[in-house]
Nanobody
Framework: QVQLVESGGGLVQAGGSLRLSCAPS????????MAWYRQAPGKQRELVAG???????NYADSVKGRFTFSRDNAKNTVYLQMNSLKSEDTAVYYC?????????WGRGTQVTVSS
């Protein structure tokens, strides 16, 4: 079964930057949604940024102007550039891809922002 492999998380000081990447271990066809979610301790998982088949990219209000979602369609790879990080961005970040037949979740990568 195809898995999503995330990378790029880590520990960074407030104001710093990180870039997350997510790539599938195999081929996925007919993808209609690509997104990043995050889950902080004691909180529900929330959408950070994503793009659907309509083509527009959506961002959570809390990350607008700081985070940038991008993708490489040829590789089905998605990225999340995170700038001006804040302590409240600390969470496990999950990659999500949705095809016509299946939802795919990554195992998550920890992002910790120290103040």
């Amino acid at each position: 079964q195809v898995q999503l492999v995330e990378s790029g998380g880590g520990l960074v000081q407030a104001g710093g930057s990180l870039r997350l990447s997510c790539a599938p271990s195999g081929s996925i066809f007919s993808i209609n949604t690509m997104a990043w979610y995050r889950q902080a301790p004691g909180k529900q998982r929330e959408l950070v940024a994503g793009i659907s088949s309509g083509g527009s990219t959506n961002y959570a209000d809390s990350v607008k102007g700081r985070f940038t979602f991008s993708r490489d369609n040829a590789k089905n790879t998605v990225y999340l550039q995170m700038n001006s990080l804040k302590s409240e961005d600390t969470a496990v970040y999950y990659c999500y891809l949705k095809s016509l037949w299946h939802d795919y979740w990554g195992r998550g990568t920890q992002v910790t922002v120290s103040s």
